[in-house]
């Protein structure tokens, strides 16, 4: 158990459908990640915030949308995706950067992962 | 942006070897580098990390190694057991960037 935790573990949409992945961290952490892991690319970075605020879009398509209503807390809207997007997608977070140059913990703590198939 | 590469994808050794994975980074500035495991179902869990300002760290029969005039560090796991196959992650990141970039990962397999 990491103290990240994703729901749900598994889901299965048609194109067409809209649905949430939602994560909760219990490390009082301040900076929160999206990643998309496949057989293509193993690890993907998606999107960051640091104290609810996005601070990195890696060019992911609009029809992912995060949302960070506070720094416990990470959603990722999805709406009519593609079978491409099939793929498991983790959440981590970790200490802010300032708090990573006050030489606090550096580490990204992981959650289990969201199995999404796409149909 | 930072580049990490690593090798080998795919590795296979009899329990009680040891096993070397490598990684290189491309970005002179990143300073912190986390080995990852992940197991079947499981989200990667921090292993060991490394600062630029150390050479080599051990954690009982892991070890990470750290070449920065070279750019390239490894992750060495002596004395193998069928419980250390998994796949596993090498990433560079600066300390005050927030964020690491991962190699695409090794899947280790450990023979009893």
Redesign the interface.
Known sequence: E?G?TQTPRHLVMGMTNKKSLKCEQHLGHN?M?WYKQSAK???E?MF?Y?FKEQ??NNSVPSRFSPECPNSSHLFLHLHTLQPEDSALY?C?S?Q???G??RGMD????????TRLTVT | GENVEQHPSTLSVQEGDSAVIKCTYSDSASN?F?W?KQEL??????II?I?SNVGEKKDQRIAVTLNKTAKHFSLHITETQPEDSA?Y?CAASR???????????TTLTVKP
């Open positions: 990491t990240v900076a990640y690319k193993p690890l970075l960051v640091n601070t990195e983790l981590a970790s802010d950067e300032w990573r140059d550096y580490e990204q703590y992981f959650g289990p992962g | 912190y986390p990852y179902g499981k989200g990667p869990q921090l990390d600062r796949v992650f300390t005050n960037a927030g964020k690491s970039t991962f190699g695409d990962g």
